[in-house]
């Protein structure tokens, strides 16, 4: 039975660098949003940022932290990683997280710092932190499928992890065997399963209501009303991005519509939606140069709709003609002149994205940096 969430949902990814972190929070928003660590080298602060609808009609924040590098069993070493992941989810979401999720790779060697990062939490956060606001999450479901094929494992991933001994049962018992295997290299539908599996468990099984918060997380809150104050140029652009954010996974939605005459009624309604936005930016008081870029970027994706539906409307005519056995020639040319106009949507599609992740990076960054700035006074007293 699936749940349809009651609220805002934040959580927190945390792992170590190459175990599909970024993958898995791509796989819980629905769309490619977070880049790898390696592609993120031109900011300071590396934690990404993005919100995704819920059925509900709430939404879903998701926080992509620093990876927790391996760091060949130095404790102190990574003590001091998590405490720096734990500062820039701070920065980016200072209202606190519901759910921290910890990401492992299944097959991967299983180790005791894999164990340290919960004695870090509780640590950090108190004894019972962990049973009350922690998720395991298993990357590598496609390699728990091959196995099954080939017949070394015949059970669920359930019971495979109430076989295993050692450390890892230590962790299946600390988070209450909340732990989730993800294939992050499956299908639309099958990603969408695993998310809901996912919300689905966080309804039923975490123990509290509500977001972990303490005095640090209350005291950036407090530096970034502030901040929202002193500067007011920084909502605005937060607005258009998270706007945007919503609109780009209402596009990527729409490849999944049964027929072109849906798909172009979908393109219709966001083009809607885009025109409102650029409407807002325009008539908005407090205009900024990161404003501007954003509208740019919105027009971008004004005029993708456009080529979009352009497109569907041509294969609309082209299965028409093929039905009323037109000549061959002509069917092979319109063919030709949609299938190239296919592949450049697919070029600006990824470009486009490329864009925004960036413009987002930049201003996530640029609030974090402002934060940092007014905190770092106390932050290591």
Same mark, same amino acid.
């Given at each position: 039975?699936?749940?349809?969430?009651?609220?805002?949902?934040?959580?927190?990814?945390? /792992?170590?660098? /190459?175990?599909?972190?970024?993958?898995?929070?791509?796989?819980?928003?629905?769309?490619?949003?977070? &880049?790898?660590?390696?592609?993120?080298?031109?900011?300071?602060?590396?934690?990404?940022?993005?919100?995704?609808?819920?059925?509900?009609?709430?939404?879903?924040?998701?926080?992509?932290?620093?990876?927790?590098?391996?760091?060949?069993?130095?404790?102190?070493?990574?003590?001091?990683?998590?405490?720096?992941? *734990?500062?820039?989810?701070?920065?980016?979401?200072?209202?606190?997280?519901?759910?921290?999720?910890?990401?492992?790779?299944?097959?991967?060697?299983?180790?005791?710092?894999?164990?340290?990062?919960?004695?870090?939490?509780?640590?950090?956060? /108190?004894?019972?932190?962990?049973?009350?606001?922690?998720?395991?999450?298993?990357?590598?479901?496609?390699?728990?499928?091959? *196995?099954?094929?080939?017949?070394?494992?015949?059970?669920?991933?359930?019971?495979?992890?109430?076989?295993?001994?050692?450390?890892?049962?230590?962790?299946?018992?600390?988070?209450?065997?909340?732990?989730?295997?993800?294939?992050?290299?499956?299908?639309?539908?099958?990603?969408?399963?695993? &998310?809901?599996?996912?919300?689905?468990?966080?309804?039923?099984?975490?123990?509290?209501?509500?977001?972990?918060?303490?005095?640090?997380?209350?005291?950036?809150?407090?530096?970034?009303?502030?901040?929202?104050?002193?500067?007011?140029?920084?909502?605005?652009?937060?607005?258009?991005?998270?706007?945007?954010?919503?609109?780009?996974?209402?596009?990527?939605?729409?490849?999944?519509?049964?027929?072109?005459?849906?798909?172009?009624?979908?393109?219709?309604?966001?083009? /809607?939606?885009?025109?409102?936005?650029?409407?807002?930016?325009?008539?908005?008081?407090?205009?900024?140069?990161?404003?501007?870029?954003?509208?740019?970027?919105?027009?971008?994706?004004?005029?993708?709709?456009?080529?979009?539906?352009?497109?569907?409307?041509?294969?609309?005519?082209?299965?028409?003609?093929?039905?009323?056995?037109?000549?061959?020639?002509?069917?092979?040319?319109?063919?030709?002149?949609?299938?190239?106009?296919?592949?450049?949507?697919?070029?600006?599609?990824?470009?486009?994205?490329?864009?925004?992740?960036?413009?987002?990076?930049?201003?996530?960054?640029?609030?974090?940096?402002?934060?940092?700035?007014?905190?770092?006074?106390?932050?290591?007293?």
């Amino acid at each position: 039975m699936s749940f349809q969430m009651e609220k805002d949902l934040d959580f927190l990814l945390l /792992g170590k660098t /190459g175990v599909g972190k970024s993958a898995t929070g791509n796989s819980i928003v629905g769309r490619k949003a977070f &880049r790898s660590s390696s592609s993120t080298t031109s900011v300071t602060f590396k934690s990404q940022k993005e919100i995704a609808p819920l059925e509900s009609g709430h939404r879903l924040l998701v926080v992509d932290a620093p990876g927790l590098h391996d760091t060949g069993g130095t404790k102190g070493q990574g003590e001091k990683m998590f405490d720096n992941a *734990i500062r820039e989810a701070m920065l980016m979401n200072p209202e606190g997280y519901h759910v921290f999720l910890l990401t492992l790779r299944f097959g991967g060697r299983f180790t005791h710092e894999d164990l340290d990062t919960l004695e870090y939490m509780k640590k950090k956060f /108190g004894q019972d932190f962990v049973g009350q606001y922690c998720i395991v999450i298993m990357t590598g479901g496609d390699n728990f499928k091959k *196995i099954k094929e080939e017949g070394e494992e015949s059970g669920s991933f359930k019971e495979w992890c109430q076989t295993q001994e050692g450390d890892f049962q230590k962790l299946v018992e600390e988070v209450h065997a909340r732990i989730l295997l993800f294939d992050n290299f499956g299908s639309a539908e099958e990603k969408a399963s695993q &998310r809901q599996q996912l919300l689905d468990m966080v309804n039923e099984k975490m123990l509290t209501g509500r977001r972990y918060t303490n005095e640090k997380f209350e005291k950036i809150c407090r530096y970034q009303k502030t901040l929202f104050v002193e500067d007011p140029t920084l909502l605005p652009v937060q607005k258009a991005q998270d706007e945007m954010s919503l609109i780009l996974k209402e596009m990527e939605d729409i490849q999944s519509e049964p027929s072109i005459d849906s798909k172009i009624s979908a393109f219709a309604k966001v083009g /809607g939606r885009i025109q409102a936005l650029l409407k807002n930016i325009d008539e908005e008081e407090f205009k900024s140069p990161e404003l501007t870029k954003w509208r740019a970027f919105v027009a971008d994706n004004q005029k993708r709709v456009g080529e979009e539906v352009a497109a569907l409307n041509l294969k609309k005519e082209i299965e028409e003609k093929i039905k009323q056995n037109e000549e061959l020639q002509i069917m092979k040319a319109l063919l030709d002149e949609q299938d190239k106009m296919v592949k450049e949507l697919k070029k600006e599609k990824q470009r486009l994205n490329e864009e925004y992740q960036q413009a987002r990076d930049e201003n996530n960054n640029k609030q974090a940096l402002s934060l940092w700035e007014r905190i770092k006074s106390w932050w290591f007293s």
